[in-house]
């Protein structure tokens, strides 16, 4: 093991979250966590990464809780992924009691969009649920499209 990095956090409702990231020797990271419920979760999640930091980013917009970086495969001249920074399976994983983390998110979407420059000209909020949804990294996430006019409809 190369090392290791703890992150702990707590929803609105007061349950603590602990996240493990594991660096090995290899460059493999292993990401893991749970809750005081004694709720588990192992991923090698790319957003949990990107969250604690792992993988590199340019950071648009960071708090607490969200964090919003570019695409690396833009849609638009803006396309930015908007991060809930505790791990989400997808939008039909989030309990009634972790809501008011989207809740977090979305409020966050207009300091977003105003960072990109979008807010005089509109922009688009897209997420992606399910393969047939066209997610395809599982980590609930928002895509903020702008800079160009978005077509209906969009898929």
């Known amino acids: 093991m ?5 992150v702990i956090s707590a929803d609105s409702a007061g349950v603590i979250f602990i996240r493990y990231l594991i660096r090995f020797a290899t460059g493999d990271v292993m990401c893991c966590g749970g809750d005081e419920r004694g ?17 590199p980013v340019k950071i648009i917009y960071e708090d607490d809780h969200v964090l919003a970086f570019p695409d690396i495969n833009p849609m638009a001249p803006v396309h930015i992924l908007v ?7 997808s939008l039909l994983t989030v309990k009634p009691e972790e ?57």
């Open 39 to 55: 709720e588990f979760v192992h991923n090698d999640c790319i957003f949990c990464k990107i969250a604690a930091k792992e993988i």
């Open 2 to 6: 190369l090392s290791t990095r703890t």
């Open 83 to 89: 991060i809930p920074k505790q791990h989400f399976d």
């Open 99 to 155: 809501m008011p983390i989207v809740a977090q998110v979305m409020a966050a979407l207009p300091a977003v969009a105003e960072k990109a420059g979008v807010t005089g000209e509109g922009f688009r909020i897209v997420v992606n649920t399910g393969g047939n949804g066209g997610q395809t990294v599982n980590h609930l996430h928002w895509h903020l499209l702008g800079g160009r006019i978005m077509s209906w409809p969009p898929g």
